[in-house]
């Protein structure tokens, strides 16, 4: 191991969750999720999104729960009516006990504060549909979306399986640096769904593997990307043609930073590589 490998052992490790963290979400997540239980008739309540995929970057922002309406209880009408009523009502209850909660496109967001080790709790009211997947509340188009974050943490999870746990830090890797950039490339999401197919096993040194992605990612950000799901549309269609130049104009830069560092280890100017990675991931990447 040298002195770039065991910085990027450091970097994986500066990028996981601390069983503080962990302990604190988990009483924040459950909290939100009895008390919704105890005033709403649902069918299930669960964590999703990179949370729940251990795939988010710290901090703590959107951790996501779903919290599904039973089609037979008291709140089964929402599913027949605009999807902002539902978004509105979800909004009212929370702000019962939690004052600063706020409706955020199809979330109600809870707030903790920017210095907040989790900063946010995003709940996602939804109901389930025959195949399995969920429909969720979609105000800005008026209608009802159909998703599935359970199937999405199954890829991730056999994904990360076929790539000997290499897969899931790799994740963190490329949303880290896209985080350090100004998160060009949104959302975050659409990375995972690039290296579900971009990345093969067996994965190799992080530091080629990182350079790879980015010089394809780069090229192919414009391409279409379902959900992986088979139930959504193309992750990255919230992006237009500007932003995806943009991410794609980032992607490079990034692309050309991690390239000369790698040439600069393999030159043996081991310290000179460890600052071009320093450009990307700025302190979580910490020296050996």
């Known amino acids: ?39 709403w008739d649902l069918a299930d309540d669960f964590l999703t999104g990179s949370y729940r995929r251990d795939t988010k970057t710290k901090k703590l922002r959107d951790i996501d729960i779903f919290v599904v309406l039973d089609v037979n209880g008291s709140q089964a009408g929402f599913r027949d009516q605009a999807p902002i009523q539902v978004i509105n009502a979800l909004e009212t209850l929370l702000r019962q006990k939690w004052s600063a909660a706020a409706r955020d496109g199809m979330a109600v967001v809870i707030p903790y504060g920017p210095d907040d080790e989790v900063m946010s709790i995003d709940v ?24 599935n974050p359970k199937r999405h943490h199954e890829l991730s999870i056999a994904k990360n399986a076929d ?27 659409l990375l995972e769904v690039m290296a579900q197919s971009l990345v093969k096993p067996p994965i190799g040194r992080y530091q080629d593997e990182i350079v790879l992605f980015l010089a394809t990612a780069a090229e192919r950000i414009g391409d279409e990307w379902p959900d992986p799901a088979g139930l959504g549309g193309d992750v990255n269609a919230v992006m237009n043609a ?3 130049l943009t991410a794609a104009n980032a992607l490079n830069q990034a692309r050309a930073i991690a390239e000369r560092a790698v040439d600069l280890e393999d030159e043996g100017q081991e310290r000179a590589a460890y600052d071009e990675w320093k450009q990307l991931f700025g302190n979580r990447m910490t020296k050996p």
Request: proline share 6%.
């Open 242 to 244: 500007t932003q995806k």
């Open 163 to 189: 790539c000997d746990g290499k897969y899931v830090p790799f994740v963190k890797m490329v949303k880290g640096i896209n985080r350090e950039l100004g998160e060009p490339v949104s959302p975050s999401f």
């Open 124 to 147: 996602v009211p939804a109901f389930k549909r025959d195949d399995g997947g969920y429909y969720i509340p979609n105000p800005s188009a008026g209608d009802w979306i159909a998703t």
């Open 1 to 39: 191991m040298g002195y770039i490998d065991d910085a990027f052992t450091n970097l994986k490790h500066n990028l996981e969750i601390t069983q503080t963290e962990q302990n604190l979400a988990k009483a924040r997540h459950e909290a939100i999720r009895d008390f919704v239980r105890s005033h």
